[in-house]
């Protein structure tokens, strides 16, 4: 019935990027098949030593000046804040996320051993809580069922860090057979990084050289205030950052998952630089796609917090539009490919 989803190229990659938990400073499975990816295309990659991985893929010189397209590999997650006599454990957002986005649920934890654990979320008995309209992270506890001995020789201390389990972050398909929706924990930004891969993909195929050098950047620590990619941007000096990552239907944007790709144009630390924001605007018009600009005071992206640790020169951004941002996020089926072929649009016709 949802063939054609699976089928998608976006969507096959997203896939295999989600099949492995990247947490914020945990990213080195996703890292490890983002490298394994691009390779099967005959690219060889780097990683710095960050963490962060690197495609440079060479221009045709029309321009000497270097674009770097960037999205993060880390996902939401939660830390370990301590550790219970009882073996029970004490977790906050790690990333912009909230309880209730959570909800009691299995979660799977990262150890030192290189392996993970699997507990469960817990808010306590329900039956007391009857009327109580608000939780925060003091209400929440990981049911691990091991002592706090056990814990300490699978390698879970205080700061060890967790997703959900693989068994629980979708996708699920549902909605209009035409145009299904497609929900996962989460997107943000593994759709990102499969996209700049099916570009990469898609380049290969078509023999295609830009006009000139691109990086391709898959940075770890998005999730708490760019960690990532601001060593990077520091170290490679990108003339133009182009962040790839979600749009985000912010209250009173106006900006909806029906809508085209999203091209946020400020945010809550830079504005993005006008020329950068002219030819996303003049490679979706190439490609016969509406963009949704956007502008907030609640957020920011790897663009704008490598614009301000003074690394790149010029800053943009192009976003996918997924609903319930940071938690089990739902996207509509058309939206993959509007994004990608904007996104592609631009590598094809950019010139900085
Ligand atoms: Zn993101």
Same mark, same amino acid.
């Given at each position: ?7 998608? *190229? ?39 030593? !960050? ?19 960037s999205s993060h590999m ?12 009882? $073996?029970?454990? /004490? #977790?906050?957002?790690?990333? @912009? ?5 959570? &909800? ?14 699997? $507990?469960?979320?817990?808010? +306590?008995?329900?039956?007391?809580? #009857? @009327? ?16 706090? *001995? ?23 398909? %549902? +909605? ?11 997107? =943000?930004d593994?759709?990102g990084c499969?996209n700049l ?18 990086? %391709?950047?898959f940075s770890?620590? *998005? ?21 790839v990552d979600? &749009?985000?239907?912010?209250? $009173? ?6 809508? $085209? ?13 006008? =020329? #950068? ?5 003049? !490679?979706?018009?190439? #490609? ?5 600009? /956007? ?10 917090? !490598?614009?301000?640790?003074? +690394? ?6 192009? &976003? %996918? ?24 649009? %631009? ?6």
């Amino acid at each position: 019935m949802y063939e054609k989803v699976t089928a998608n *190229e976006s969507m096959k990659i997203f896939n295999e990027l989600l099949s492995v938990p990247s947490p914020t400073g945990r990213e080195e499975l996703v890292a490890a098949k983002i490298l394994e990816i691009a390779a099967r295309w005959g690219y060889k990659g780097e990683q710095d030593y !960050a963490g962060n991985v690197v495609i440079r893929v060479k221009g045709n010189g029309k321009s000497k000046r270097v674009t770097m397209l960037s999205s993060h590999m880390d996902e939401i997650g939660l830390v370990v804040t301590r550790i219970e006599l009882d $073996g029970k454990l /004490c #977790v906050h957002k790690l990333g @912009g996320t909230l309880p209730w986005k959570l &909800g009691e649920r299995p979660i799977e934890i990262l150890t030192d051993n290189r392996d993970t654990i699997i $507990g469960v979320a817990s808010f +306590g008995a329900g039956h007391s809580q #009857v @009327g109580q309209t608000s939780v925060d992270w003091n209400n929440v506890r990981v049911i691990t069922g091991l002592t706090t *001995e056990q814990l300490k020789e699978k390698g879970v201390r205080v700061g060890s860090v967790a997703v959900l389990p693989r068994s629980h972050v979708g996708p699920v398909f %549902f +909605g209009d057979e035409n145009d299904p929706m497609i929900a996962a924990w989460t997107y =943000d930004d593994r759709m990102g990084c499969a996209n700049l891969l099916r570009v990469l993909k898609t380049m290969k195929e078509e023999s295609f050289v830009p006009n000139c050098d691109m990086t %391709f950047a898959f940075s770890k620590q *998005e999730e708490v205030k760019g960690n990532g990619i601001k060593p990077l941007v520091i170290r490679e000096l990108p003339d133009v950052l182009l962040c790839v990552d979600g &749009g985000t239907p912010f209250p $009173g944007s106006g900006v909806t998952a029906d809508g $085209g790709p999203v091209c946020l144009t400020k945010d809550k630390l830079a504005d993005y630089s006008f =020329d #950068v924001i002219l030819a996303i605007k003049e !490679a979706a018009k190439a #490609v016969g796609q509406e963009l949704q600009f /956007c502008v907030t005071d609640v957020a920011y992206t790897d663009a704008s917090l !490598a614009l301000q640790s003074g +690394g790149p020169l010029r800053v943009g951004h192009v &976003g %996918f539009v997924r609903e319930n941002s940071h938690g089990f996020e739902v996207m509509r089926y058309s939206m993959l490919d509007k994004f990608f072929n904007v996104l592609y649009s %631009f590598v094809k016709t950019f010139v900085p």
